[in-house]
C-alpha cells in the first residue's frame, strides 16, 4: 500500500519541505522509498529516504566537569544515531567525566553504547584546578 | 588620571559579530582593542551546544562552541587586544577635531580604565523579551525564565529548571530548549504561540517537537501564572487572529516551569547613548552596507537586527570591522576628516517586514549585501527584485518565503544608475498566495 508523507527536511536551514511517496506495510511502517519530490539538493534526497526507513539524529549534549573552572564540556556525536535510542544516548552521558586539558575534537567514548559513533569534545577544555 | 588605551578601532562585543569585526579590521593592519564582559570570548554561542552552525560559511554542521572556537582561536594568534571581564558603562564622542569615541571601562584585571580610537564597532549583540515585557497575569514564583536562561542553566551549569515545562513562544531557542530539556530527562507538556505560525525555523520544528512528540498549540497564550513560591501551573486559553483571548477557551495546565521564548531585541543602550537613532521596523541602528551609522561607528550582528543564522552575523561584523578599520585609517591619513560617499537609500516596498542595511554607500568597493525579510508567509515563493528609478537592478526567484528566515541579495554599487537615490526592494507574489 502507498502512502505520501510530507516532512520538512532537517539537513541545512533552508529546510525544503519534502513528499515522500512510501510503501508501507499493514502496520503502517515504511518499507521502500517510491518516490521523493520537494528537496533542492543531494543531501535531501538522502535525508528523506533515510528518514522513512532508519530516521537518525546526531546528538548534541555535554558532559561533566571533574575539578574544572566550567561545570560542563559541550560534547557531540560523530555521527548519527538512530532516532529511538536518541533519549537513551542522552542520558548515558550522565555517566561521563572528564577533566582537562582537553582539544576540542577529542574522542570521549569510543563506539558509544555499540551504535558505531564515537562521543567528542566540541570545546577545548583547560586544565584543571 | 585615569589610564587611557589607545586603539584605531574598539570593537564592544566579543560574541560572533564582534570576533569577526575585530579580525577583519586587525587584518587590514588597524590596532584593534575588543571588549567582553563575560569571562570567556564567544557570547551566545558558548551556550549553543546543539549543531547547525557554519553550513554556509563553512559547509559543515558545527555546534555553537565549534563555531566560535574558529573564530577564538584566530583572535588568539593575532594582535588583539582583548579585555575580558571588562564593562563599557559609558561612551562619548570627542568633539575636538578628527573626532573619535572614548569608552569607560571597567574590568576585573585592569580596574579603571579609559579606551580612545577614531572608529566604534558595537557588536552588543541582543536581548530576549522577559516576562515583564509580554503580558501575563498572576504572581512571578520562581520557576519562570527566558529560553536563554533555560539554556545557560542546562549547558554552562549543569543543572535542570524543574520537571514539567511549558512553553511559551515558538522562536528557536525555544524549539531547541523543548528538545533540550526533553533529551535531560524534563518533561515538556507543549509550545504554545499566540500567533497562527510559528516563528522557528521549519527544521527545527521538525527535529526539536516532531521528533519528540512535544504539541505545538498555534493561537494559544499563556494568559495566567499560578503558584506562591514556584510556579505550579499556567493558564492556556485560545485567541483568535487578532491575539485576543477567546472567552471559555481558558485550562488550567500543570507545570512547575515557564520558558518564554517570545523575541529577540537588539541591545542597543550605548548607540542610542550616543545619539543614532533606531530604525522601528529592526529595533537597530540605520546603517550602510558596512554597519556604518555614521561618525565612525559601525553596528553589527544582532545588534543591527536579529539574524537567522549566525553566519550571516559574522559576515556583517566582517563587513563592519573592514570599514571600520577604513575609516580610522583615512582619518590619520586625511588628517581629522573621512569624507562620506553618496549614499542613497534602499527602501522595502510592501510585503516586507524589512531591509538591512537602510542605505549603501556608492563610494565603497565591491558588491554590497542586502539582508531582509517578509512579513508573511509565501508558501508558493515568490519573485524579488531590486530597482532604481524604474530600472531593475537584478531579481530572484525564491521557491518560498517565511518571515523567520532571513534572505539575502548582492548588490553591485557600480550599477545604480547616476541621480537615483532611492532603491527598491519589491516582492511579486504567486496569485496563491494573494489575499
Given at each position: 500500500m502507498a502512502e505520501t508523507r510530507r516532512f520538512v527536511c532537517i539537513v541545512c536551514p533552508r529546510g525544503c519541505a519534502l513528499e515522500?511517496?512510501?510503501?508501507?506495510?499493514?502496520?503502517g511502517e515504511g518499507k521502500a522509498v517510491l518516490a521523493l519530490r520537494g528537496n533542492a539538493c543531494a543531501r535531501g534526497e538522502v535525508y528523506g529516504r533515510s528518514e522513512i526507513v532508519d530516521p537518525r539524529r546526531s546528538l548534541t549534549s555535554t558532559v561533566r566537569v571533574a575539578n574544572g573552572k566550567r561545570r560542563r564540556l559541550p560534547v557531540r556525536s560523530t555521527g548519527t544515531?538512530?532516532?529511538?535510542?536518541?533519549?537513551?544516548?542522552?542520558?548515558?552521558?550522565?555517566?561521563?567525566?572528564?577533566?582537562?586539558?582537553?582539544?576540542?575534537?577529542?574522542?570521549?567514548?569510543?563506539?558509544?553504547?555499540?551504535?558505531?559513533?564515537?562521543?567528542?569534545a566540541t570545546d577545548q577544555l583547560e586544565r584543571g584546578m | 588620571m585615569v589610564d587611557r588605551k589607545e586603539y584605531d578601532v574598539l570593537v564592544i562585543g566579543g560574541g560572533p559579530a564582534g570576533l569577526a569585526a575585530a579580525l577583519s579590521a586587525s587584518g587590514t593592519g588597524a590596532r584593534v582593542g575588543l571588549i567582553e564582559r563575560e569571562e570567556c570570548l564567544g557570547g551566545i554561542l558558548k551556550q549553543c551546544v546543539h549543531d547547525g552552525f557554519g553550513l554556509v560559511r563553512f559547509g559543515q554542521m558545527l555546534s555553537?562552541?565549534?563555531?566560535?572556537?574558529?573564530?577564538?582561536?584566530?583572535?588568539?594568534?593575532?594582535?588583539?587586544?582583548?579585555?575580558?571581564?571588562?564593562?563599557?558603562?559609558?561612551?562619548?564622542?570627542?568633539?575636538?577635531?578628527?573626532?573619535?569615541?572614548?569608552?569607560?571601562?571597567?574590568?576585573?584585571?585592569e580596574g579603571v580604565f579609559e579606551a580612545y580610537a577614531p572608529a566604534l564597532v558595537l557588536a552588543t549583540?541582543?536581548?530576549?523579551?522577559?516576562?515583564?515585557?509580554?503580558?501575563?497575569?498572576?504572581?512571578?514564583?520562581?520557576?519562570?525564565?527566558?529560553?536563554?536562561?533555560?539554556?545557560?542553566?542546562v549547558n554552562i551549569e549543569g543543572v535542570l529548571p524543574g520537571r514539567r515545562a511549558v512553553i511559551l513562544g515558538s522562536g528557536?531557542?525555544?524549539?531547541?530548549?523543548?528538545?533540550?530539556?526533553?533529551?535531560?530527562g524534563m518533561e515538556v507538556e507543549g509550545v504554545y504561540e499566540l500567533k497562527a505560525e510559528p516563528s522557528g525555523l521549519s527544521r527545527n520544528l521538525q527535529q526539536c517537537l516532531s521528533d519528540f512528540g512535544i504539541?505545538?498549540?498555534?493561537?494559544?497564550?499563556?494568559?495566567?501564572?499560578?503558584?506562591?513560591?514556584r510556579v505550579e501551573?499556567?493558564?492556556?486559553?485560545?485567541?483568535?487572529?487578532?491575539?485576543?483571548?477567546?472567552?471559555?477557551?481558558?485550562?488550567l495546565v500543570e507545570c512547575d516551569t515557564l520558558v518564554l521564548s517570545v523575541g529577540l531585541i537588539p541591545e542597543n543602550e550605548l548607540a542610542l547613548s550616543l545619539g543614532l537613532g533606531l530604525d522601528p521596523s529592526t529595533k537597530g541602528p540605520k546603517v550602510d552596507q558596512g554597519g556604518g551609522a555614521g561618525e565612525g561607528i559601525f553596528v553589527c550582528g544582532n545588534a543591527l537586527h536579529v539574524n537567522d543564522l549566525v553566519d550571516y552575523v559574522s559576515e556583517s561584523g566582517e563587513a563592519a570591522g573592514r570599514d571600520a578599520a577604513g575609516h580610522a585609517l583615512s582619518i590619520g591619513a586625511a588628517g581629522g576628516t573621512a569624507a562620506p560617499g553618496r549614499r542613497v537609500a534602499v527602501k522595502a516596498g510592501p510585503g516586507f517586514l524589512?531591509?538591512?542595511?537602510?542605505?549603501?554607500?556608492?563610494?565603497?568597493p565591491g558588491p554590497a549585501v542586502i539582508y531582509f525579510r517578509v512579513n508573511s508567509t509565501l508558501r508558493e515563493g515568490a519573485r524579488v527584485s531590486l530597482s532604481a528609478a524604474g530600472e531593475t537592478l537584478l531579481g530572484k526567484r525564491y521557491p518560498a518565503l517565511r518571515p523567520p528566515e532571513m534572505e539575502r541579495l548582492e548588490i553591485d554599487p557600480g550599477r545604480v544608475p547616476e541621480g537615483c537615490d532611492s532603491l527598491w526592494l519589491e516582492l511579486e507574489r504567486k496569485e496563491a498566495d494573494l489575499g
Amino acid at each position: 500500500m502507498a502512502e505520501t508523507r510530507r516532512f520538512v527536511c532537517i539537513v541545512c536551514p533552508r529546510g525544503c519541505a519534502l513528499e515522500v511517496d512510501v510503501d508501507v506495510d499493514v502496520a503502517g511502517e515504511g518499507k521502500a522509498v517510491l518516490a521523493l519530490r520537494g528537496n533542492a539538493c543531494a543531501r535531501g534526497e538522502v535525508y528523506g529516504r533515510s528518514e522513512i526507513v532508519d530516521p537518525r539524529r546526531s546528538l548534541t549534549s555535554t558532559v561533566r566537569v571533574a575539578n574544572g573552572k566550567r561545570r560542563r564540556l559541550p560534547v557531540r556525536s560523530t555521527g548519527t544515531i538512530p532516532l529511538p535510542r536518541l533519549r537513551e544516548a542522552a542520558r548515558a552521558l550522565d555517566g561521563i567525566v572528564v577533566e582537562g586539558p582537553l582539544a576540542c575534537g577529542t574522542v570521549i567514548a569510543v563506539d558509544f553504547l555499540g551504535l558505531g559513533v564515537d562521543i567528542v569534545a566540541t570545546d577545548q577544555l583547560e586544565r584543571g584546578m | 588620571m585615569v589610564d587611557r588605551k589607545e586603539y584605531d578601532v574598539l570593537v564592544i562585543g566579543g560574541g560572533p559579530a564582534g570576533l569577526a569585526a575585530a579580525l577583519s579590521a586587525s587584518g587590514t593592519g588597524a590596532r584593534v582593542g575588543l571588549i567582553e564582559r563575560e569571562e570567556c570570548l564567544g557570547g551566545i554561542l558558548k551556550q549553543c551546544v546543539h549543531d547547525g552552525f557554519g553550513l554556509v560559511r563553512f559547509g559543515q554542521m558545527l555546534s555553537g562552541p565549534e563555531y566560535a572556537r574558529r573564530f577564538i582561536d584566530l583572535v588568539e594568534g593575532s594582535d588583539i587586544a582583548v579585555h575580558l571581564e571588562t564593562f563599557v558603562h559609558a561612551a562619548r564622542r570627542l568633539a575636538s577635531a578628527g573626532g573619535g569615541y572614548v569608552l569607560e571601562c571597567v574590568s576585573r584585571d585592569e580596574g579603571v580604565f579609559e579606551a580612545y580610537a577614531p572608529a566604534l564597532v558595537l557588536a552588543t549583540g541582543c536581548r530576549e523579551r522577559s516576562d515583564r515585557q509580554v503580558f501575563i497575569h498572576g504572581d512571578r514564583p520562581a520557576g519562570v525564565l527566558t529560553a536563554g536562561l533555560a539554556q545557560h542553566l542546562v549547558n554552562i551549569e549543569g543543572v535542570l529548571p524543574g520537571r514539567r515545562a511549558v512553553i511559551l513562544g515558538s522562536g528557536d531557542i525555544g524549539l531547541i530548549m523543548a528538545r533540550r530539556l526533553t533529551l535531560e530527562g524534563m518533561e515538556v507538556e507543549g509550545v504554545y504561540e499566540l500567533k497562527a505560525e510559528p516563528s522557528g525555523l521549519s527544521r527545527n520544528l521538525q527535529q526539536c517537537l516532531s521528533d519528540f512528540g512535544i504539541p505545538l498549540h498555534l493561537l494559544m497564550t499563556v494568559v495566567e501564572i499560578h503558584g506562591k513560591r514556584r510556579v505550579e501551573a499556567v493558564t492556556a486559553a485560545r485567541v483568535d487572529l487578532r491575539g485576543s483571548v477567546i472567552a471559555g477557551s481558558e485550562r488550567l495546565v500543570e507545570c512547575d516551569t515557564l520558558v518564554l521564548s517570545v523575541g529577540l531585541i537588539p541591545e542597543n543602550e550605548l548607540a542610542l547613548s550616543l545619539g543614532l537613532g533606531l530604525d522601528p521596523s529592526t529595533k537597530g541602528p540605520k546603517v550602510d552596507q558596512g554597519g556604518g551609522a555614521g561618525e565612525g561607528i559601525f553596528v553589527c550582528g544582532n545588534a543591527l537586527h536579529v539574524n537567522d543564522l549566525v553566519d550571516y552575523v559574522s559576515e556583517s561584523g566582517e563587513a563592519a570591522g573592514r570599514d571600520a578599520a577604513g575609516h580610522a585609517l583615512s582619518i590619520g591619513a586625511a588628517g581629522g576628516t573621512a569624507a562620506p560617499g553618496r549614499r542613497v537609500a534602499v527602501k522595502a516596498g510592501p510585503g516586507f517586514l524589512y531591509a538591512v542595511p537602510q542605505f549603501i554607500d556608492l563610494s565603497r568597493p565591491g558588491p554590497a549585501v542586502i539582508y531582509f525579510r517578509v512579513n508573511s508567509t509565501l508558501r508558493e515563493g515568490a519573485r524579488v527584485s531590486l530597482s532604481a528609478a524604474g530600472e531593475t537592478l537584478l531579481g530572484k526567484r525564491y521557491p518560498a518565503l517565511r518571515p523567520p528566515e532571513m534572505e539575502r541579495l548582492e548588490i553591485d554599487p557600480g550599477r545604480v544608475p547616476e541621480g537615483c537615490d532611492s532603491l527598491w526592494l519589491e516582492l511579486e507574489r504567486k496569485e496563491a498566495d494573494l489575499g
